[in-house]
């Protein structure tokens, strides 16, 4: 094979590897796998259509993640993560997240605000209508748009690999009975004051709603 050829097959190889990653987080995430279930290499190279090199990659790629962990002689298995580990990841993304609120603020601009009022829109009409499913993914928005506002990079690549870890449970929290119309109050919260380029205030919401989700958690171990 030529060089070219070479480099063709290797550009053309890596989004294919980085696909496979993202496939495995989602159905992860999204509990196709259940907490400790095997992730065996070649049951996962027939249901992606993958080669066992691209499937060994992406349970690395999880691995360092922390969403999957490598059992010496026995291959893979989701890692599963305990509410009191949970508590300790939204502990650690207070400071972080409460930073992307008051870097927003500071930095909004006019396609941002009118972003966030789209948000807020469609976040006030999912928990009217009890769509839990289109809530969680709006919040899931949002905390995203939040951090590309705050042009935090820093930040923002740590707060990514955390939620990665807690996401299971926050997906539980978003359906607890009540939790989504105090939920929603919080991000709205959250959203007003970085439209009103308040940094104090955000970071005040923010910090807020994570301490609210700690104390749920803790009361629903």
């Known amino acids: 094979m030529t060089d070219a050829a070479l480099a063709e097959s ?34 996962l190279s027939e249901r992606y259509g993958a080669s066992r090199a691209s499937v060994r990659t992406a349970l690395l790629n999880l691995a360092s993640e922390g969403l999957v962990e490598r059992l010496p002689n026995r291959g893979a298995r989701v890692r599963a993560i305990s509410v009191d580990e949970a508590v300790e990841i939204v502990e650690v993304r207070i400071g972080l997240e409460s930073l992307c609120a008051r870097k927003a603020a500071e930095n909004l601009t006019a396609d941002d605000a009118a972003e966030l009022r789209h948000l807020r829109e469609a976040i006030t009409d999912a928990v009217g209508s009890g769509d839990l499913v289109e809530y ?22 740590l707060l990514e690999r955390l939620r990665a870890q807690s996401a299971r449970h926050q997906f539980r929290l978003a359906f607890h009975p009540g ?43």
Do not use: Y
């Open 136 to 157: 969680s993914r709006l919040n899931q928005e949002l905390d995203q748009r939040v951090r590309e506002m705050s042009r935090h990079t820093t930040a923002t690549r």
């Open 10 to 43: 290797d550009s053309a190889g890596a989004p294919a590897r980085i696909d496979l990653t993202q496939q495995l987080r989602d159905a992860i995430l999204g509990a196709d796998f259940a907490p400790h279930q095997r992730l065996i290499e070649a049951d």
């Open 179 to 221: 939790r989504a119309g105090t939920s929603a109050q919080e991000h709205i919260a959250i959203i007003d004051t970085v439209l009103a380029k308040d940094p104090d205030a955000a970071e005040d919401a923010t910090r807020a709603h994570l301490a609210s989700i700690i104390a749920l958690l803790r009361s629903m171990d």
